[in-house]
């Protein structure tokens, strides 16, 4: 039987959202802040900015998993292992994404 059978609206979940992307520019670029990883990318778009910060994140997950004792033992990065553990358990960017909030913003300096 499916959903239809019921006449069911299909269910969509959401999971819990635990990182934020503040996506803010200026005249030329798109800067990608991520505020809880402490992580920031520039691109000419936002969408290219947003999948190069996937990607960062993507790369620092597996750092961190990599040199454990020295990032987790760090004072400025030890709190960032949940978020981490959270990152590595995603199969693809798309889970990635289901983790962060995404802002908007601009650039003040």
Known sequence: ???DTYNLPPKISLSE???T???ARDEALVCAFCPELD???E????NEALEDML???QDYAAEYLEELAIYQNAPNRGHHL???QAIAACKDAWDIRMLIEIQHG???V
């Open 1 to 3: 039987m499916t959903l």
């Open 17 to 19: 959202k635990r990182l």
């Open 21 to 23: 992307v503040i996506l």
């Open 39 to 41: 992580l920031v990318t």
């Open 43 to 46: 691109m000419a778009t936002p």
């Open 55 to 57: 990607e960062a994140m």
């Open 82 to 84: 949940p978020y981490i």
């Open 106 to 108: 601009r650039i003040q």
